[in-house]
């Protein structure tokens, strides 16, 4: 009988050892594998009763797998953290993700979130120009890229391989002045366009190429540890990606999801963004090191509904400019 007693009060025991609001929240992201692992751990910081299961790939890769995983209907992950709100838009419509009003939106300009709570842009990553500091041409302007000086000097990414280069072509696109004909005179200077953003930074440290079209962060940070870069945000303005989160329809720990939706919109949250390097989303807010006030960047205006209806269009017309590429 002792030994009954004995061992029931050590499971007595072992099941009040185990915090009873543990949970396990899944994430899938887009953002760089240090960036991921630092946003997971300050938001467990602040809420010590989660755990944070996390993937990270490009949004294409994130995509597919998530959508192969609806497909068996088994979505794993509660919560998506990734590149675009187009992407999350496509998503809304499709009636796969979860409306939650944070009250973290107040401290955000309405043109940053879904008006019915299905996603919040957590930072700002602009797309600029980045210039080898040897380069004879200093560019200032996009069409500075289309000068004798730059022909055969210019790369880019890829809006079929690059989220964010499909939503810099698709904001280029509505811009007076610019628009697909700005694509068909880079094409006829020779620019390629090919890969994602870290090839690119990587032509243009090196010397292979004099310029690049390039998410912000990238050369900032590089120019910092000596690389021999410079970013320009060009005179017409620049294109954006804000990184949004939102929750799965599906999730399987919804209120875990919301208090990290709360959390990475949260001042707390957006400081650590701002500690890795991005301009936050939040109002207020500073800017890292190595970039211009936030009021002097000109971020150009793109609709996520729009830019869905016009994806297949969009990626059909670069193709006919860029091939295969």
Do not use: C
Not at 93 to 113: I, V
Not at 159 to 177: E, K, M, N
Not at 220 to 244: D, H, L, N, Q, Y
């Amino acid at each position: 009988m002792k030994t009954i007693v004995s061992a029931a009060a050590l499971l007595a025991a072992s099941l009040f050892a185990i915090p009873v609001s543990a949970e396990n929240l899944v994430l899938y992201t887009s953002q760089p594998n240090e960036d991921a692992q630092a946003t997971v751990d300050g938001f467990m910081a602040a809420n010590p009763d989660i755990k944070v299961d996390w993937v990270r790939d490009g949004t294409p890769k994130i995509m597919a797998k998530l959508q192969a995983e609806i497909a068996a209907g088994n979505p794993v992950a509660d919560v998506l953290l990734i590149a675009d709100t187009v992407t999350l838009e496509r998503l809304k419509e499709a009636g796969k993700l979860m409306a939650y009003k944070s009250p973290e939106a107040a401290n955000y300009d309405a043109s940053l979130f879904d008006a019915d709570g299905y996603y919040y842009s957590t930072k700002l990553i602009t797309t600029g120009i980045v210039y080898n500091t040897s380069a004879a041409l200093k560019p200032t302007s996009w069409k500075d890229l289309t000068k004798p000086e730059a022909k055969g000097l210019v790369t880019m990414p890829s809006p079929l391989t690059s989220g964010a280069a499909l939503i810099h072509a698709q904001t280029l696109a509505g811009v007076d002045g610019l628009g697909w004909d700005f694509y068909k005179d880079l094409a006829g200077n020779g620019a390629t366009a090919a890969g994602g953003n870290g090839a690119i930074l990587k032509a243009v440290a090196s010397g292979e190429k004099a310029y690049g079209v390039i998410v912000d962060y990238m050369p900032i940070r590089e120019k910092a540890k000596g690389a021999p870069v410079e970013f320009v945000f060009p005179a017409e303005g620049v294109s954006a990606v804000t990184e949004p989160v939102g929750i799965l329809s599906t999730a399987k720990n919804a209120e875990a999801a919301k208090k990290f939706v709360d959390y990475v919109l949260s001042e707390k949250g957006q400081e650590g963004f701002l500690k890795l390097g991005y301009i936050p989303a939040r109002n207020g807010m500073k800017v890292p090191e190595g970039f211009p006030a936030r009021d002097t960047i000109k971020v150009l205006p793109i609709n996520a509904a729009t830019a869905l209806k016009s994806t297949d269009a969009d990626l059909k017309t670069f193709s006919g400019i860029y091939g295969s590429n």
